[in-house]
């Protein structure tokens, strides 16, 4: 073949690789395997949902009870991971063993055993492992902004087995103890105050997106320094897969940034519109006719900092995008119609009052005016 042939030749391939496209052109790349553990809870669907996204090939592991019909298209591993005798996990260990993860995603919430379990049974096929954790890792009196590299939270020198009860922020805490020790390359995605489309119990629908949707008599509570902090499940999970695809290692503290209380209810009025009538009453006002923070009413603690505000520079500075919160509080909304298409729902329990309670205190407050 002469010259001018062999280079018509490479010219005419050249352009049919680029008619196919650039997924032609480098070769059938594998797909990335994610393994999420749970997957169809509160947190789980977000996260399945954003892997499939980022073009991850997902797999399930869990007991096969919770939403069986949600991801019916997808592998599952049917597992019971809280069995002190290990029986369900080595019945699937070799389901397990036949991959190598890149990414595995943990929400696990129960006895921390559980994780440290599946962690020495399988890290050896784990690329990267994520945990879902929480800010009760910290301890401390929470008087100053709380950023990764505040004090953990000292935890009890006491065996535990299965059948341990433990208070949730000692299953994360030692949860996490388990996963720093393990060896394995981790994660730690440290939040609170998870909010989104799903709620993770039926009794806990959003008392102030709904209330200002609902357009009803309402008030919220005056208090001086009265600042807000949530997590967005979107931004949340977008976080996660941004880490995994970037090989990005260690603990991050995950949330949006403090708000005053004063712009998430000048936000609420600008999605949903001025309530009928909306009252700013005073918190003592409130303190004397019982009505008390946290207690009563949600988004508000007498004293926040700390809690509500956790510095989540770091996670910013390696790729968290905070989505705007209005997108969320319409996700909230979207969520609640969703359940509750007859918009019937009735607060008053798990730290809400009653339309008729809050009627009560309007009332009251109107005879001060």
């Known amino acids: 073949m002469d010259k001018r042939t062999f280079l018509k030749s490479a010219v005419v391939s050249t352009t049919a690789l680029l008619a196919l496209g650039p997924i032609a052109c480098a070769g059938n790349k594998e797909k ?8 169809r809870g509160f947190l789980g669907p977000t996260i399945v949902t954003k892997f499939l996204e980022a073009g991850y090939e997902v797999t399930l592991l869990n007991r096969g009870k919770t939403n069986p019909h949600l991801f019916t298209e997808l592998p599952i591993i049917i597992c019971d991971r809280e069995k002190e005798d290990l029986s369900d996990l080595k019945k699937v260990a070799s389901q397990i063993q036949a991959h190598q993860w890149d990414v595995v995603v943990d929400t696990w919430s129960k006895n921390p055993l559980a994780v440290k379990d599946f962690l020495a049974m399988f890290s050896s096929s784990i690329d990267h492992y994520h945990y879902t954790s929480s800010i009760v890792a910290y301890g401390g009196k929470w008087d100053k902004a709380i950023t990764e590299e505040t004090t953990l939270r000292e935890l009890p020198d006491k065996e535990i087995k299965y059948d341990t009860e433990l208070p949730y922020i000692y299953r994360k805490c030692f949860s996490e103890r388990y996963i720093m020790s393990s060896g394995v390359n981790y994660t730690l995605h440290r939040s609170h105050g998870m909010r989104g489309f799903r709620i993770p119990d039926p009794i806990d629908e959003p008392y102030w997106p709904v209330k200002f ?35 990005i290692y260690g603990a991050f503290n995950v949330a949006d940034p403090t708000i005053t209380f004063e712009h998430y209810v000048k936000t609420l009025t600008e999605v949903f519109g001025q309530p009928k009538e909306l009252y700013h009453i005073p918190k003592d006002f409130l303190a004397k006719h019982d009505i008390l923070p946290y207690r009563d009413l949600p988004r508000w603690r007498p004293n926040p900092y700390g809690f509500y ?3 989540v520079t770091k996670a910013i500075q390696n790729g968290l995008k905070i989505r705007s919160l209005e997108k969320l509080f319409k996700d909230q909304v979207d969520g609640y119609r969703h359940r509750n298409p007859k918009d019937d729902f ?9 339309q008729q309670k809050t009627e009560e205190i309007i009332a009251l407050w109107k005879k001060t005016l």
């Open 346 to 354: 009735v607060f008053g329990h798990h730290g809400t009052i009653s």
């Open 309 to 311: 505000h956790i510095d």
């Open 213 to 247: 949707y609902r357009g009803d008599r309402l008030f919220v509570p005056l208090d001086e320094n009265h600042d807000t902090q949530t997590t967005d499940v979107e931004s949340y999970t977008d976080f996660i897969v941004h880490t995994s695809n970037n090989k």
């Open 32 to 39: 990335k395997k994610a393994l999420i553990l749970g997957g």
